[in-house]
């Protein structure tokens, strides 16, 4: 019955299914359709724009932190801290070396906006948390990821 219930919450999460098919699409086909890449090519181009806007409009109706300052705290330590030792791990168990388990974890430091919606959507943490946390993972990103790849450098 658990499992069930997962795979139901997995199907109704439309960001997981996104990317699901995305990855069987990619993995059906050697090439991305000129279409589809032109597509990708545009959206991203509007990528930093349309997130300069959202935040713009975030903080003229919300404070800097708009969520408990423990919820924040322990937020943003699971999102940039927690969640790359977690791939540091899936990469030692996947046996990935060198510079593919580099990139893993430092991939995981990024701020997505589909991994906070998602932990604070499944979590009921709200609105609030998920707005502070992409915004402030989005600040933090560029310490951390110096960090971690100083980490990564020295213990090889």
Request: charge should be positive; aromatic fraction near 14%.
């Given at each position: 019955?658990?499992i069930?219930?997962?795979?139901?919450?997995?199907?109704?999460?439309?960001?997981?299914?996104?990317?699901?098919?995305?990855?069987?699409?990619?993995?059906?086909t050697?090439?991305?359709?000129?279409?589809?890449?032109?597509?990708?090519?545009?959206?991203?181009?509007?990528?930093?724009?349309?997130?300069?806007?959202?935040?713009?409009?975030?903080l003229?109706?919300?404070?800097?932190?708009?969520?408990?300052?423990?919820?924040?705290?322990f937020?943003?330590?699971?999102?940039l801290i927690?969640?790359?030792?977690?791939?540091?791990?899936?990469?030692?168990?996947?046996?990935?070396?060198?510079?593919?388990?580099?990139?893993?974890?430092?991939?995981?430091?990024?701020?997505?906006?589909?991994?906070?919606?998602?932990?604070?959507?499944?979590?009921?943490?709200?609105?609030?948390?998920?707005?502070?946390?992409?915004?402030?993972?989005c600040?933090?990103?560029?310490?951390?990821?110096?960090?971690?790849?100083?980490?990564?450098?020295?213990?090889?």
């Amino acid at each position: 019955k658990i499992i069930i219930e997962i795979l139901s919450t997995l199907i109704h999460n439309m960001f997981l299914v996104g990317i699901v098919v995305g990855f069987i699409y990619l993995a059906i086909t050697s090439k991305v359709c000129t279409f589809l890449y032109q597509l990708t090519t545009l959206l991203s181009n509007f990528f930093l724009h349309f997130s300069l806007f959202s935040v713009g409009a975030y903080l003229s109706s919300q404070s800097l932190i708009s969520c408990n300052w423990m919820v924040f705290l322990f937020s943003l330590v699971g999102r940039l801290i927690v969640g790359p030792v977690l791939a540091g791990v899936f990469c030692y168990a996947l046996k990935f070396h060198g510079r593919l388990a580099h990139q893993c974890i430092v991939i995981a430091t990024m701020p997505t906006r589909v991994t906070c919606a998602a932990i604070t959507e499944n979590e009921g943490l709200g609105v609030g948390v998920s707005s502070a946390m992409i915004m402030w993972s989005c600040v933090f990103m560029v310490p951390m990821v110096v960090l971690w790849m100083w980490v990564l450098n020295y213990t090889h």
